[in-house]
């Protein structure tokens, strides 16, 4: 990284000191103009409510000019506090306030548990708006039934990987609003107890602000789990569980109707080398790099960082999900990844990859299709390679 | 006292003058005259009998076309009603002045003189009436405020601007929502009032209605004064441009679900005529990074107007933002261009007194502590005050509104003339 000019550093401490601080972080003023703002924001709304009871004097005047001064004494303190955070320490604005706004959510975040990121939102609008459609024509109703038998079946969503809960959570947000009288049915797994807790609580969270529906007849809609995906034990319990619709949520039972991973996708090497300096200092490891042993044990002939897709894929074929996402980390994974699809014992109907912004042109330059083996694979959007689609007939 | 030298003579009777001459300066326009003009009569007495038959006919059989037309038409019917009846009470009081009795005599009198101030109210009010509602009259509004060409004082002069708004909305209780505030990089804030240098700033005033408070304020606003970067004490003369564009009210569903998707609606924007960019990372992205900005472009292709928003933390919200700046100000644009079309239509002399975000409006002159409006002629002073968005700001406003009231019954009126005018020439042809 480039060292920071002083005359820059000095150009923003003539505009606040907090700039300054923030700069090493930010790398541009405008940037650090924006979070110092943010920061602002973040400091003036948590203190606001809680300084009415600690203030004692004896008349009234003294009282509110006292409690005035020590707000904002309090306050300064706060965001230099937080600034010093960001900017000497370089720990993500998502952990100093504690929060990522996704999609209309907002996500809680703390360290242990990977922070949503713009492209997953992306993602996961992009799906939802696609699912919203294939509702609207009638595809997705169960086998047999008729159009207005969805309303008896709830749409069956799985995220492994689950992390802080956000695509989940935005999934059913984005899902449920459009779903009159259906309803949808949310698993999530993750390995890292921190990121389940904090799944519940931002389940909790975003129902208490009321941005996500009040779930129906007391029942949850939304269960997070702790589990290894890559266990026996896990497996095992797919098969066994009962495909029977009547159920209910407790049970997962194939066939499921979307399939969604944000699984880790790091390189050792891309770790290294590609990673921002304080995803690497602060962001959980776990989150992003497969862990080393996982390849030996059983997907000895993919690439190391390929190791997830193969096993989510072999959940796939018991799932039997009708829509299946998973998000990569480039072009050159997705092709990766749809090679080990192409191979599967059932064939997937459509495949496609997606870039980071699936609903943008095209730009020049930017490949609109990618061969696998014999097939052409459509490449949707403008970014980055950042998700696989594959989707089964009804 | 009468060997007082004739300086002071004249000064002596100044001061006997009303006081409210020397305030309020009616520079470039006259207030709209008090008694109706015989068209303005004719075409309200018009309206009054549409109303009366529609309203009978709504009596018999319901139509919910008719009933919005009567609603419509209500406004002038009613104000008509009053003035006549004002009319005719004038008349009979002037047939009791004739009385012989001195105590009715005098009673009529000042009866009289009241019901005169009243008429000439209640005329305003009827003229008010016919002058064509603002289409986007109901609606809140956003306020753009951007400096004028040249220098930083301009900028800084455009934060003090926006700062006014701010509190007046405050002060107002309007609900307001800063929806862009961007600042120039690498310049201090400064001066007593710590002024940044603003680069653009959009204010959303989400109360129905807003649009009508604020669409007096569109225009170039002057400022005179010595900045504060200025080391020799001139004065700077620089703009700050204002621009007030319709907005849409939130959650009313019937209104945004019609015009969103409605192409005959100003606020029409088809999709696929915007270019969507979003801010590139150089790197990898996705888990590689956690950027914390999320910066869009929108850019209507055929007319090549382009909205950028990155000041939330939200992306989903900088993409709404960004949509409803958009919008509005494609709405604004069509919109001047229908007028424009109507303006050449009636080919009036009026067409130059077109408030557009070119002309200048009103000046900041802040070494005399005065404002002045350039449109109503009002000049207010303690300059402080205005820039707090306080009881001056107040004034001139509504001074700003009464104007375009004025404005619009002239051009009603030389409308209505240009109507007779033909009418009888058709007439005169017809007897031939």
């Known amino acids: 990284m480039p060292r920071l000019r002083p005359s820059f550093i000095r150009r923003a401490h003539n505009i606040s000191s907090h700039l300054a601080t923030l700069l090493p972080a930010c790398r541009d003023l405008r940037s650090a103009q924006n979070e110092l703002r943010w920061i602002r924001e973040h400091v003036s709304s948590s203190l606001a409510p809680a300084h009415e009871h600690n203030v004692t004097s004896r008349s009234c005047v003294t009282k509110t000019a006292v409690a005035v001064i020590k707000k904002h004494l309090d306050t300064e303190v706060q965001i230099d506090r937080l600034c010093r955070l960001r900017g000497t320490r370089g720990v993500p604005l998502q952990y100093v306030l504690g929060s990522q706004p996704f999609g209309d959510l907002d996500i809680r975040c703390r360290p242990g548990v990977l922070i949503p990121r713009p492209e997953t939102e992306a993602w996961v609008f992009h799906l939802a708006d696609l699912v919203r459609n294939v509702i609207a024509e009638g595809a997705l109703s169960r086998p047999g039934g008729d159009v207005d038998d969805r309303t008896a079946r709830p749409l069956k969503i799985v995220d492994l990987c689950s992390g802080s809960g956000c695509i989940a959570l935005l999934l059913s947000s984005l899902l449920r609003s459009h779903l009159r009288g259906s309803d949808v049915d949310i698993r999530g797994f993750d390995v890292e107890p921190r990121a389940v807790s904090l799944a519940k609580e931002n389940l909790a969270y975003n129902l208490r602000r009321r941005v996500l529906p009040r779930p129906r007849a007391g029942r949850q809609n939304v269960v997070f789990e702790k589990a290894d995906i890559f266990s026996e034990d896990w497996l095992a319990s797919l098969h066994h569980d009962p495909a029977d619709p009547n159920a209910g949520g407790s049970k997962l039972g194939a066939p499921i109707d979307i399939f969604v991973s944000n699984p880790p996708y790091i390189s050792m090497r891309g770790y290294d080398c590609d990673t921002g300096r304080s995803v690497r200092n602060y962001e959980p490891r776990l989150a992003l790099v497969p862990h080393e042993s996982l390849r030996i044990s059983s997907f000895a002939d993919c690439a190391p960082e390929d190791v997830f897709y193969a096993r989510l894929l072999e959940v796939a074929e018991i799932l039997r999900p009708k829509f299946v996402v998973l998000e990569v980390g480039d072009l050159a994974q997705a092709t990766r990844v749809l090679e080990m699809a192409v191979r599967a014992p059932r064939p997937w109907i459509t495949m496609e990859v997606w870039r980071d912004w699936p609903d943008m042109a095209p730009e020049e330059g930017e490949d609109q299709v990618v061969r696998i083996g014999g097939l052409q694979v459509p490449v949707r959007g403008s970014g980055h390679g950042r998700t696989v689609f594959l989707q089964r007939g009804a | ?432």
């Open chain 2, 1 to 432: 006292m009468f060997r007082t030298p004739w300086v002071c003579r004249g000064r002596i009777k100044a001061l006997a003058r009303p006081l409210s001459r020397q305030v309020l300066r009616s520079a470039s326009t006259d207030a709209p005259s008090s008694n109706l003009p015989l068209v303005l009569l004719q075409r309200a007495r018009n309206i009054a009998t549409e109303h009366d038959r529609l309203s009978t006919a709504l009596e018999t059989e319901f139509d919910t076309k008719t009933a919005k037309r009567v609603g419509e038409l209500s406004r002038v019917a009613a104000a008509l009603k009053e003035w006549e009846s004002a009319q005719s009470s004038i008349a009979e009081l002037t047939t009791l002045l004739q009385s012989k009795d001195e105590e009715l005599r005098q009673l009529a009198q000042d009866e009289l003189s009241s019901t005169h101030a009243n008429l000439d109210t209640l005329a305003n009010a009827l003229s008010t009436s016919l002058t064509p509602r603002d289409p986007f009259a109901d609606m809140p509004c956003l306020l753009e405020i951007r400096p004028g060409p040249g220098g930083m004082e301009g900028r800084y002069f455009a934060d003090a601007v926006f700062r006014m708004y701010r509190q007046y909305c405050s002060r107002m209780g309007l609900r307001a929502n800063v929806l862009k505030y961007e600042v120039v990089d690498g310049d201090e804030a400064m001066g007593a009032s710590s002024e940044s240098p603003l680069q653009e700033a959009v204010l959303e005033v989400l109360d129905a209605g807003a649009y009508d408070t604020f669409r007096g304020e569109a225009g170039m606003h002057r400022v005179q004064r010595i900045p504060s970067t200025e080391k020799s004490g001139r004065v700077h003369t620089s703009a700050v441009a204002v621009w007030v564009l319709p907005s849409f009210p939130e959650n009313d569903s019937d209104m945004t679900a019609q015009n969103f998707n409605d192409p005959d609606s100003l606020f029409y924007v088809d999709p696929k005529e915007v270019k969507v960019e979003k801010m590139r990372a150089g790197g990898a992205g996705g888990q590689h990074v956690n950027k914390t900005e999320s910066a869009i472009r929108l850019t209507h292709e055929p007319t090549g107007i382009s909205v950028s928003m990155q000041d939330s933390r939200s992306q989903h919200q900088n993409r709404d933002s960004a949509w409803t700046l958009l919008r509005s100000r494609l709405a604004q644009k069509k919109r001047e261009a229908r007028e424009e079309e109507a303006w050449a239509l009636r080919n009036s002399v009026l067409s130059k007194d077109k408030i557009t975000r070119g002309d200048k409006i009103r000046t900041y002159n802040y070494s005399q502590d005065r404002c002045t409006d350039h449109r109503s002629g009002l000049d207010v002073h303690n300059i402080a005050d205005v820039l707090a968005g306080g009881e001056n700001l107040v004034k001139v406003m509504e001074s700003t509104k009464e104007w375009l009231v004025g404005r619009a019954i002239e051009a009603l009126l030389a409308e209505e003339e240009a109507a007779a005018a033909i009418a009888a020439k058709e007439a005169k042809k017809s007897k031939r």
